[in-house]
């Protein structure tokens, strides 16, 4: 009987302490990374936006949602991927990634601010957890003129230089063509007339 | 055994200490621990195990009056004002490495490379009432056995008063590099975030507070020691060279001769041994050295070892050849003076009307006593003629005639110029 007691005693004390022990609140715990993969953002050319989702909880979240408004539709086309996505479960210590890929319609400053995560900490949790990715900061759309100076193959710009250059190069040429073709034509109707 | 005791001791001693200064500032605490705190830094080692026990001994002791003897003045407080800076217990925070991955998770030691970009992502949860606002996010290595001695900052990172509602939470990224020369060496790593809350008083709320040992990560291709490696077999092979040859050089010369002896099988022989002293046996040839057995002469060609003979094999008079080089020249250097001929480039244009007629007649009179020069006299005698009129026309006519090819322009021009000497003779003669 004593045992019994005993028994109990030393479980309640340890659902006890397990509740007590609460300084994580026990449930899921989601980190958003919110990043631009990009090294320049070119106004016309796509923008890759990467959202990776950790869960450092001890408990699965549920139905995780990302909302991202932070691209106004003036500013940003969207070439693939969604703004609003839902996973129904994420484990701990799990985590997930989401691309979206945007194109921007102008060139100017930006400020890439976060995007919102909700999900619920545990199974039995009643209402959401609104959560914040975290923010790439200002992102500056460069013209696609200025990127092109620096990046394409300038192939027209070659052609243009090619032909402007010819002329000094092929004029010399003909010239001495000419003149080796008639004194060669020279001496060998000579020395065959000689011999 | 003993030291050990009582440097763990002091430790427990710093590490009460410590909890204690943290929980006094998240209280408000007075500025007297602060104090303590900062008045230690200079020291370290086991100095400041000895240090430490006397000054919080001091502290624990003498209390209020002894620290109020010191009156701090404005600056001084308004510095230490600012140093009271600890964690709000209304923000909960957690932390995951984003690079290296995994690193300093439950059962692993957290071990960072050096000579990379580390990146910690540090999650906030507003437990409290009030809006906070995040402003910044600081790192900093410091002394493992005494997390307020800082070796190394890192920038602060600002996040622009981040607003974070209550019942909500944030995730903020902060990067760091480490430096290659850290190496093998433990830190204590702080991570600290820096928030106010609505009524604008600040806090500073460490998400990584704990010690790390820095590792060199293992690049895989180094290419210093590759490098290094060719280097040093380029350097085998020229040491292998340069002793080859140093042995080549100075063997014997009776191995020289021996060899020589052997190669040696062509004409040379004969000549050589015309000029030796006997003068007799075909085969004696010295080995293919000079007759002293100082040379080498197989290198040299066998007109020049000819000395002997040169004159028995060519049959002319150096009168005839002379005259008979100045003709082939005679016949190019007529027209010199008006045609700007460019495939002549041994043409002399300065060279006057009058020394062309001179030429002229040396040639004539050169003909004439050499008694016909071959199928070449029929070119000079019209180039003769017709040279006063016109000369342009008679200069493509002339080449058309002569029949030269370059290389004989080329031997006539040699000739010439070795008999200009005697040209000018002739000139004054004439």
Redesign the interface.
């Known amino acids: 009987m004593s045992q019994l007691t005993a028994c109990a005693f030393l479980i309640g004390l340890v659902i006890f302490t397990c509740g007590a022990a609460a300084d994580s609140d026990g449930g899921a715990q989601l980190i958003g990374v919110k990043s631009i993969a990009n090294n320049l953002i070119v106004k016309g050319m796509d923008v890759t936006v990467q959202y990776d989702i950790y869960n450092v909880g001890d408990k699965a979240a549920m139905n995780v949602q990302l909302e991202e408004d932070g691209f106004p539709i003036d500013y940003f086309a969207v070439r693939s991927g969604f703004q609003h996505v839902r996973w129904t479960r994420l484990p701990p210590g799990a985590n997930v990634s989401h691309t979206l890929i945007l194109t921007p319609l102008q060139t100017f400053v930006f400020n890439a601010s976060h995007a919102v995560m909700r999900y619920k900490v545990s199974d039995e949790a009643t209402g959401s957890t609104v959560g914040y990715t975290t923010s790439p900061g200002e992102i500056a759309v460069i013209e696609t003129a200025d990127y092109d100076r620096q990046f394409s193959a300038h192939a027209m710009d070659w052609l243009t230089f090619g032909m402007m250059t010819t002329p000094s190069i092929i004029i010399p040429f003909l010239l001495w063509y000419a003149s080796v073709r008639k004194y060669s034509n020279l001496a060998s109707h000579s020395s065959r007339k000689n011999n | 055994m003993r030291v050990f005791a009582v440097s763990v001791l002091l430790l427990a001693l710093l590490a009460f200490h410590a909890v204690l200064a943290q929980e006094s500032a998240a209280g408000g605490a007075s500025p007297e621990d602060q104090l303590e705190e900062e008045g230690n830094v200079e020291s370290e080692g086991a100095e400041r195990a000895e240090k430490v026990p006397t000054g919080s001994a001091a502290d624990s002791g003498a209390g209020e009056p002894g620290m109020a003897s010191d009156t701090p003045s404005a600056e001084q407080q308004d510095e230490m004002t600012k140093l009271q800076l600890g964690p709000s217990d209304k923000v ?1 925070l ?1 932390h ?1 490495f ?1 690079y290296p991955a995994g690193a300093g998770q439950v059962g692993r030691s957290l071990d960072l490379p050096t000579g990379k970009t580390i990146r910690v ?1 540090m ?1 906030m ?1 507003n437990k409290g009432d009030s809006t906070f606002h995040v402003d910044l996010a600081t790192a900093a290595f410091r002394y493992p056995m005494d997390m307020s001695y800082v070796i190394q900052n890192f920038s602060t990172v600002r ?1 622009h008063g ?1 607003d ?1 509602e209550p ?7 902060y990067q760091f590099n480490t430096d290659p020369q850290l190496a093998a060496r433990s830190f204590g790593l702080t991570v600290q975030l820096g928030y106010r809350d609505a009524e604008g008083k600040n806090y500073l709320h460490s998400a990584i507070n704990q010690t790390v040992s820095l590792f060199e990560p293992d690049e895989g291709f180094d290419g210093e020691t590759f490098f290094m490696y060719i280097f040093l077999i380029v350097l085998a092979a020229l040491a292998c060279a340069g002793i080859w040859y140093l042995l080549k050089t100075y063997t014997p010369a009776k191995k020289l001769a021996a060899k020589s002896r052997h190669a040696v099988k062509s004409s040379k022989a004969a000549a050589l041994s015309a000029d030796s002293a006997d003068g007799s046996a075909p085969n004696n040839n010295n080995g293919g050295l000079s007759p002293g057995g100082n040379y080498n002469l197989e290198w040299i060609p066998q007109q020049h070892l000819d000395i002997k003979n040169r004159r028995a094999k060519t049959a002319q008079s150096p009168r005839q050849r002379k005259t008979h080089a100045v003709a082939h020249v005679g016949t190019v250097m007529i027209h010199v003076p008006d045609a700007a001929v ?2 002549s480039t041994m043409l002399r244009p300065e060279r006057s009307h009058s020394s062309a007629v001179a030429k002229q007649e040396g040639c004539v009179s050169s003909r004439m006593q050499a008694g016909g020069q071959g ?1 070449d006299a029929e070119p000079v005698d019209r180039i003769a003629e017709a040279s006063q009129t016109s000369h342009k026309e008679d200069s ?1 006519s002339a ?5 030269q ?2 290389q004989q322009t080329l031997l006539a021009l040699a000739a010439w110029l070795l008999t200009l000497p005697g040209m000018s003779a002739e000139q004054m003669a004439a």
């Open positions: 909960q957690s995951l984003l992502a999650h949860r996040y981040q974070v019942g909500r939470e944030a995730s903020f990224v460019a495939h199928p493509r080449i058309a005639n002569s029949g090819s370059g």
